[in-house]
């Protein structure tokens, strides 16, 4: 896989590109081994190499989805019991927002991301506003600290990536809560004054 890093890198943008674009659906390799040598080799143009990876990504994200489509829920309903599948349907259904959110942040490849949210079916452009959202804040949050504080920005990746990685699973579980227990409260309330 170092070779074709490698590889990648001598094609620049270009290979950034085909990085971006195939992790989201068939590649092993993430865009963030390419995209922080370009940035720091040419910071000037970090941003524009974070917004590049964010689009192509996403596009790729969109044939992983059809990926998914196509072939997924079938070839998943071959090893999963229909009743368990309805249940599994139903969770993902309720929180796809969050999990496509999380996951096309996190360093898990976003190709069993894309792939699965088209195998559930998820609604595509719900899927492709998020996927972006969270390609963006991935992508483009990199380019933009390289952008403004070039190689100590490395030094900010590597030391504070899973304090980061906790504090946004922290931040994401507690409004999950939050959110949880106000629409309880809202049933709660609708059922109360149909008893009366």
Known sequence: MDTLVEILLEWGLTGLLIAAFTESFISPVLPDLLLIPLAIANPQNAIFYGLAATLVSVGGGLIGYLIGL??????????????????????????ALWAIFL?????????????????????MPVFLCISLLGRGKRFLLE???????????IEMFTQHSDDLLIISLIV???????A??????KKAQEIAPDKL
Do not use: E, W
Not at 71 to 95: C, E, Q, S
Not at 172 to 178: D, G, K, L, P
Not at 180 to 185: E, F, G, P, T
């Open 70 to 95: 196509k072939i997924g829920l079938p070839a998943a309903r071959k090893y999963i019991p229909a009743k368990m599948m309805d249940k599994i349907h139903l969770t993902v259904k309720k929180n």
């Open 143 to 153: 380019g933009a600290l390289i952008y403004y504080f070039g190689p100590q920005a």
């Open 172 to 178: 994401i579980a507690v409004a999950s809560v939050i």
């Open 180 to 185: 949880y227990v106000i629409k309880r409260c």
């Open 103 to 123: 996951a096309s942040l996190s360093p898990i490849p976003y190709k069993f991301v894309s792939i699965t949210a088209g195998a559930l079916r998820i609604n």
